[in-house]
């Protein structure tokens, strides 16, 4: 059984820009949330999906975004990058709630130069 | 607002040795609780999760943890530490009903370091 795949593993991008990470889910499972990963913030939730539907937001600016298609991958977009959005993103998916547990991908490490 | 605390940044222990990793959360519903280890440049890993069962849970790699509302706690143990138990170890909370959906709130984690 395939686990959670993000996709790519390490990105370095200049200030400005913007980057576009991805993540596919266990099959069958339905709603993928992200995390952002720092030293000095830990681990900090960015947004949920469900059936291509944003249920829940973090406290992050609106440069952060992401959608989910219709087979349930999902992408999170940061425009205009900044060097405080250095960090490892994590993708999470679960079948349905919380009490199913949720299960995360290896990452993506993001440098921001 | 729901917080997670894990009391010690770094615990060592000798191989062999019990491990015991502490976590309280703030809340006055009980929520689901998690257990994640982290190995370096990798995701998390479920160790074990509680959602109302038995209050004494049984996880992945020989660890368990007990569920005590009295004290919100649910601190992780291991009987006998490996060498390959040394990694970053995360408690989660999630609340539940449908306005908390996927999103767990982690404490700052605690490094394990298991000495030969």
């Known amino acids: 059984k395939a686990g959670v795949t993000q996709t790519p593993r390490y990105l370095i991008k200049t200030r400005g820009q913007q980057v576009t990470l991805s993540c596919s889910p266990i099959?069958?499972?339905?709603?993928v949330s992200w995390y952002q990963q720092t030293p000095g913030q830990g681990l900090q939730f960015l947004f949920e999906?469900?059936?291509?539907?944003?249920?829940n937001k973090g406290n992050f600016p609106g440069r952060f975004s992401g959608r989910q298609f219709s087979n349930s991958r999902s992408e999170m977009n940061v425009s205009t990058l900044e060097l405080g959005d250095s960090a490892l993103y994590l993708c999470?998916?679960?079948?349905?709630?919380?009490?199913?547990?949720?299960?995360f991908g290896s990452g993506t490490r993001l440098t921001v130069v | 607002a729901q917080s997670v605390t894990q009391l010690g940044s770094h615990v060592s222990v000798s191989e062999g040795a019990l491990v015991l990793l502490r976590c309280n959360y703030s809340?006055?519903?009980?929520?689901?609780l998690f257990w994640y280890v982290q190995y370096p440049n990798q995701g998390l890993q479920l160790l074990l999760k509680?959602?109302?069962?038995?209050?004494l849970v049984k996880g992945i790699n020989g660890f368990e943890a007990e569920f005590k509302k009295s004290e919100t706690s649910f601190h992780l143990t291991k009987p006998s530490a490996h060498m390959s138990d040394a990694a970053e170890y995360f408690c989660?909370?999630?609340?539940?009903?449908?306005?908390?959906?996927?999103?767990?709130?982690f404490g700052q984690g605690t490094t394990l370091q298991v000495k030969p």
């Open positions: 999470a998916s679960s079948k349905r709630t919380g009490e199913s547990g949720y299960t």
């Open positions: 099959s069958g499972h339905r709603s």
């Open positions: 989660a909370v999630s609340e539940r009903g449908s306005s908390n959906t996927g999103k767990l709130i």
């Open positions: 809340s006055s519903v009980p929520p689901y």
């Open positions: 999906y469900f059936s291509e539907t944003q249920r």
């Open positions: 509680y959602t109302s069962a038995a209050t």
